[in-house]
């Protein structure tokens, strides 16, 4: 098994008298897609934005790469790549000129027009952000996740909003960073997202992690307690439907 990436052990965040998380420990592993999993107050965010350095805890121990959050944050920020949402951008600034900025933040030399080409944005390359589709918006937010070559990268429901051509495309983004070396932790309402992506799922509710495991397992775990669908269960769904009618290429102003 690959080593340990992140390491959380019996974290807990309160808000006053509020428990948002009780007590949760999880791994996650080198070059594994792993998926945070729960409906809205679960804690799941929390306990991201937490790991990410964004959030202070109550209790607990976290190690990212080797590095305690308590005595590392800094080091561990140059270590992770996190998904940045439409208000951190500048809106007067165009593509190019955002890489170039964020690199300059990190401290890092990046081929702008290289990363945009590998999120399929090149011709978008002197667009404003506020130009792009919902679709290009997500890739942007990806590529940029990767200026610093981070070893962990959060992504925060990057396909919420997007046509059905937009998501799958983004899926096969998602899939070919991690390939390239990036371990990469995720959230998202679309369960069949979180199947076809993610190596191990963590799902929480209420603040605690009540199952965690691959996916194929909790659905054969869930089948032989009983479980049947009240339907039977197609070889394909309306998504391949729409897909095959109407074609896999992106359709983009």
Known sequence: MADKIISVRNLVKNYGNFEAVKGISFDVYENEIFGLLGPNGAGKSTTLEIIETLRSKTAGVILVAGYDLD?????????????????????????????????????EEVDGMALLRSVNLEEKAKSQYKELSGGQKQRFSVATTLINKPKVIFLDEPTTGLDPQARRNLWELIKIINDQGATIIITTHYMDEAEYLCDRIAIIDSGKIVAMDTPDNLIDELVASGFERPREVKQANLEDVFIHLTGKSLRED
């Open 71 to 107: 005595k590392d944050s800094e080091t561990i920020k140059g270590l992770i790549g996190v998904q940045l949402q439409t208000s951190g951008y500048y809106p007067g600034l165009n593509l190019l000129q955002l890489i170039d900025l964020f690199a300059g933040l990190y401290n």
